[in-house]
């Protein structure tokens, strides 16, 4: 009897499920979107549509200031993040084979295994002491955490990319005498090149969004746009909550949208 290839669409109520679960995931986040054009002052009773809230948003200064540190962190982690990803991402797929290799693999990807919370309490306590030692309280411990956070979502495209290129072009490059140095540069770093973009867009919204870890390492004062938005939660729920996150959502779907073009595009 020939064997015969599973498919999930045939399998009794998989598509009722995938719709239920699509639309559980979904919905709450449209009426956020819809709550955030919302001109009523009472969030929660429509009064039409209207900018309000969004004009609020970005008139006010303490939004302002956590929407630019989160630009910050997120642009130096996603590029160190990104950085860092490559060169390992070329060691365990390019480099010498050495004992252990898929324990690096599995290091690297540690972040992703570990409960977030965990792994923001260690970062605050190594970099409390840090802080204790060296007196600095700017930005940089948020960029060395969320880096630490980022790599493996940086990696993990990276290293994809890699194992799925084709080798005969750098042996080729090799074999025409050309250095390591010059056949990484004008070979393999133009084939990776979408796998870098994708990794790095990736490591921004990871970091862009990331409220745990932020919560944790963060000294008095440095709000970022999720930090931000737990403190007003705390507070009062409003329209204007509505609306930045709308404005987080928007840029977060924008940035994973480009990503897609880009990599699409240059396959």
């Given at each position: 009897?020939?064997?015969?290839?599973?498919?999930?669409?045939?399998?009794?109520?998989?598509?009722?499920?995938?719709?239920?679960?699509?639309?559980?995931?979904?919905?709450?986040?449209?009426?956020?979107?819809?709550?955030?054009?919302n001109g009523s002052d009472t969030a929660g009773r429509w009064e039409g549509l209207s900018l309000r809230w969004f004009a609020a948003a970005l008139d006010n200064a303490a939004f302002r200031s956590?929407?630019?540190?989160?630009?910050?962190?997120?642009?130096?982690?996603?590029?160190?993040?990104?950085?860092?990803?490559?060169?390992?991402?070329?060691?365990?797929?390019?480099?010498?084979?050495?004992?252990?290799?898929?324990?690096?693999?599995?290091?690297?990807?540690?972040?992703?295994?570990?409960?977030?919370?965990?792994?923001?309490?260690?970062?605050?306590?190594?970099?409390?002491?840090?802080?204790?030692?060296?007196?600095?309280?700017?930005?940089?411990?948020?960029?060395?955490?969320?880096?630490?956070?980022?790599?493996?979502?940086?990696?993990?495209?990276?290293?994809?990319?890699?194992?799925?290129?084709?080798?005969?072009?750098?042996?080729?490059?090799?074999?025409?005498?050309?250095?390591?140095?010059?056949?990484?540069?004008?070979?393999?770093?133009?084939?990776?090149?979408?796998?870098?973009?994708?990794?790095?867009?990736?490591?921004?919204?990871?970091?862009?969004?990331?409220?745990?870890?932020?919560?944790?390492?963060?000294?008095?004062?440095?709000?970022?746009?999720?930090?931000?938005?737990?403190?007003?939660?705390?507070?009062?729920?409003?329209?204007?909550?509505?609306?930045?996150?709308?404005?987080?959502?928007?840029?977060?779907?924008?940035?994973?949208?480009?990503?897609?073009?880009?990599?699409?595009?240059?396959?």
């Amino acid at each position: 009897m020939a064997n015969k290839r599973f498919d999930v669409t045939h399998v009794p109520g998989a598509a009722t499920i995938a719709i239920v679960t699509f639309l559980a995931l979904y919905i709450p986040v449209l009426i956020l979107v819809v709550n955030a054009f919302n001109g009523s002052d009472t969030a929660g009773r429509w009064e039409g549509l209207s900018l309000r809230w969004f004009a609020a948003a970005l008139d006010n200064a303490a939004f302002r200031s956590a929407a630019v540190n989160s630009v910050i962190v997120a642009l130096a982690a996603a590029l160190l993040s990104t950085c860092l990803a490559t060169a390992v991402a070329l060691a365990v797929t390019r480099g010498r084979q050495i004992k252990g290799q898929g324990s690096i693999v599995i290091i690297v990807n540690q972040p992703l295994l570990v409960p977030e919370i965990v792994f923001g309490i260690a970062l605050m306590v190594v970099l409390a002491q840090v802080k204790q030692v060296t007196g600095y309280q700017g930005l940089g411990y948020l960029i060395a955490a969320h880096t630490t956070f980022c790599i493996p979502f940086a990696f993990l495209p990276i290293r994809a990319r890699l194992a799925g290129m084709d080798l005969t072009l750098e042996t080729a490059s090799m074999d025409l005498y050309a250095g390591r140095f010059y056949t990484f540069r004008r070979v393999t770093l133009p084939l990776l090149l979408p796998g870098i973009l994708a990794g790095f867009m990736l490591a921004f919204v990871i970091s862009l969004d990331n409220v745990v870890v932020s919560s944790l390492v963060k000294s008095p004062g440095q709000e970022t746009l999720p930090t931000y938005l737990m403190g007003e939660l705390r507070r009062n729920l409003t329209s204007e909550i509505y609306a930045i996150s709308a404005l987080l959502l928007f840029a977060s779907i924008s940035i994973v949208a480009a990503s897609w073009v880009i990599t699409r595009t240059k396959q």
